[in-house]
């Protein structure tokens, strides 16, 4: 037999032996994509009501205890993605685009984060959620904290991410970028989103202003957290930490005002142990001391 045709044949019995040995295919012709949420932008989800003459817009996704998402400054509900994606899967997740932000209408007047924190509150009363747990980032950390003051009964749990109590809490390089940014779009007024960020960049530099002993009135358990590398001075987080009465610390390391996005894991991690774990106050003698002697006692 000529030996290019037993090379041949000898060729195919390896390709239909290797065939048959190995099996259906882990990759079907057919197989459907998961359909990508997108949210912030998303019509099976996303409704709208109307406060203090605005058109509000606000998504839920998920089912159990209600969770308020609030985004930062001139972002949306789309910033909150890694979180809605987790969050979901345990909790009826609540977020809306802030008025003059996202998919929200925009206000005639001067926009201030009181005015923010009061549409969070009727939007609550416009779901009839009762209390709820809040996470804010940013702008959203300021409201968070807002909604323990102005309307504590419809705050649980609050997770306050990189908040400011006044303009001066922000780092110098951060107001100069904020002074910049607002310059800039200046420059555009018939540009919708110009003006849009030119309003939100000037609410920062002329708010809030946010006694630090009012924080004092916030009874709800309250995580403060900031990265060390943040937009807000560290002395800053750390005044807001020590007005909370019922509060805890979590410093992100290696980290900035980004943290919710560049680390979703350990973020969100961080913020459902403090939503899902009772709330004790701890004692920094007395419970240094206890864990102590139990260190002791176990090496005998």
């Known amino acids: 037999m000529n030996s290019r045709l037993i090379s041949f044949l000898i060729a195919v019995s390896l ?18 994509a998961k359909p990508v949420v997108k949210y912030g932008s998303n019509p099976a989800a996303g409704k709208t009501f109307v406060h203090d003459g605005i058109r509000l817009y606000y998504e839920v996704y998920g089912a159990g205890e209600p969770l308020l998402l609030v985004h930062g400054n001139g972002g949306s509900i789309a910033d909150f993605k890694a979180q809605i994606d987790f969050f979901r899967k345990h909790y009826k997740v609540i977020a809306m685009d802030s008025r003059d932000q996202g998919r929200s209408a925009d206000s005639t007047d001067t926009i201030t984060y009181e005015k923010m924190t009061d549409d969070l509150a009727a939007l609550l009363d416009h779901l009839q959620t009762g209390p709820v747990y809040v996470l804010g980032w940013s702008d959203g950390g300021i409201e968070a904290l807002l909604l323990g003051i102005r309307h504590p009964e419809k705050v649980s749990k609050i997770a306050s991410m990189a908040a400011n109590l006044y303009p001066e809490g922000l780092a110098p390089e951060i107001l100069a970028w904020i002074e910049q940014t607002k310059e800039e779009a200046l420059k555009k007024p018939n540009e919708e989103s110009a003006r849009r960020e030119a309003k939100l960049m000037q609410m920062m530099q002329d708010e809030p202003h946010i006694a630090p002993k009012a924080l004092e009135a916030i009874t709800a358990p309250t995580l403060v957290l ?11 987080t750390l005044e807001i930490y020590h007005h909370l009465p019922n ?16 680390d979703p894991a350990f973020f969100n ?14 004692d920094r003698l007395k419970d240094m001391l206890k864990s102590y002697e139990a260190m002791l006692a176990s090496q005998q």
């Open 15 to 32: 390709l239909v032996g290797n065939a048959q040995t190995a099996g259906p295919s882990t990759h079907p012709a057919h197989t459907a």
């Open 226 to 236: 900031a990265a060390d590398h943040d937009g807000i001075l560290d002395e800053h």
């Open 247 to 262: 509060s805890q610390l979590c410093i992100f390391p290696n980290a900035t005002h980004m943290v919710p996005y560049d």
């Open 269 to 282: 991690a961080t913020v459902e142990r403090f939503f899902q774990q009772p709330f004790v106050a701890k």
